[in-house]
């Protein structure tokens, strides 16, 4: 099972004042190279893993999607995107990526926000997910960049010159990293770049699109803060599609 930290009442009163809890879609920098990421959504059947608040699941629904699942392991998660939510489209449960397991060909489109670096078999979960998708169904996720969370000690160091500089080290050895954020001990597990690719690949993926994420000069300028994100990418976003066979 994969670990809960979500609901831990001292991370979950941490994570909730994050601006893109509090603010929705437009709190996160990233959303507009996501939104760009996806597929028409008119009359697609859409599951969200990892759905947090439901803030994805209730776009999707706007923009016409004709059925939403929006499945999370917290149970905080789960009250709260119900409690948001009025719209029988969309389906909120409780589950674990480790274990899930979805209807074959059941879906036109699988997302996924900043879920998968929970995830230890990531092999698994893929091939789940291209069996529960329909031959050319898509699947757009976003991750933490391998780079971002390679290092054992992930955070700012300042250089000789005074500049702000990431740590990257251990970055060819995958597996489980451990850090605090909101708590102790958040566990996310490592995987390099191209294996996350190749595990794509390798389950019956067609690649469409990868970004590197680093925020535009005009949300700097809105935003001032952002400008760090340049020094490092800080989040993978993926666009894949499932291959059609003949």
């Not at 994969?2 to 609901?7: E, T």
């Not at 947090?52 to 776009?59: E, H, K, L, V």
């Not at 699988?110 to 050319?136: C, Q, W």
Request: glycine share 6%; charged share 25%.
């Amino acid at each position: 099972m994969a670990q809960n930290i979500y609901d831990n009442p001292n991370f979950f009163a941490g994570y909730s004042q994050l601006p893109r809890q509090v603010y929705g879609l437009d709190g996160a920098p990233e959303w507009p190279a996501i939104r760009a990421m996806l597929p028409a959504l008119a009359g697609k059947r859409v599951v969200d893993l990892g759905c947090g608040f439901g803030w994805a699941s209730r776009w999707m629904r706007a923009q016409g999607a004709v059925s939403v699942l929006g499945l999370d392991l917290s149970q905080n998660m789960i009250a709260r995107a119900k409690a948001d939510t009025s719209d029988p489209a969309i389906e909120y449960r409780i589950a674990d990526l480790e274990t899930l397991e979805l209807p074959e060909a059941a879906f036109d489109l699988v997302y996924s926000a900043l879920t998968f670096h929970y995830v230890e078999d990531f092999r698994r979960l893929m091939r789940m997910i291209n069996k529960a998708l329909v031959p050319g169904g898509d699947l757009v996720f976003t991750a933490e960049h391998p780079i971002f969370m390679a290092a054992a000690h992930p955070h700012w160091i300042i250089d000789e010159d005074g500049r702000k500089t990431w740590p990257v080290n251990g970055y060819s050895l995958e597996g489980e990293r451990r850090t605090d954020w909101f708590t102790k001990g958040v566990l996310k597990y490592h995987r390099t770049l191209g294996t996350t690719l190749n595990t794509l690949i390798d389950a019956g993926f067609e690649l469409r699109r990868v970004e590197e994420f680093a925020p535009t000069r005009e949300q700097i300028e809105q935003l001032p803060e952002l400008a760090e994100e340049l020094e490092r990418p800080m989040m993978l976003l993926v666009s894949a599609r499932k291959i059609e066979t003949r």
